[in-house]
């Protein structure tokens, strides 16, 4: 499966993004989805995971209750509302597909190019 990530920008502090996640050459209801991002400097780090139905989703501390992540299976795009933003969220951020519901970045085999965010305070 093929992603490609786009919806990325810059906003002040509290502002509001929704990235989006285009997958092609598989279906994306096949795999369980993550969201990922990297600050400069840092390693890549999870941020949220939904599973192939939609049902469960996981999200890391630091963005839950502002992070929403979904998907639409029969648009077969991943999509990741981000509410107010933090100057910390800023970062590339990619999706990645997987045949499990984890937030192990080992076991995505399948990544967006990543797109980048910037909160400025």
């Known amino acids: 499966v093929q992603l490609q990530a786009s919806g990325g920008g810059s906003v002040q502090t509290g502002g509001s993004l929704r990235l989006s996640c285009a997958a092609s050459g598989r279906t994306l209801e096949s795999y369980h989805m993550g969201w990922f991002r990297q600050a400069p400097g840092k390693e890549r780090e999870f941020v949220a995971a939904?599973?192939?139905?939609?049902?469960?989703?996981y999200y890391v501390d630091s963005v839950r209750g502002r992070f929403t992540i979904s998907r639409d299976n029969a648009k077969n795009t991943l999509y990741l509302q981000m509410d107010s933003l933090k100057p910390e969220d800023t970062a590339v951020y990619y999706c990645?597909?997987?045949?499990?519901?984890?937030?192990?970045?080992?076991?995505?085999?399948?990544w967006g190019q990543g797109t980048q965010v910037t909160v400025s305070s």
């Open positions: 939904i599973s192939r139905s939609g049902g469960r989703t």
């Open positions: 990645a597909a997987s045949p499990r519901l984890t937030s192990t970045e080992k076991e995505y085999n399948y």
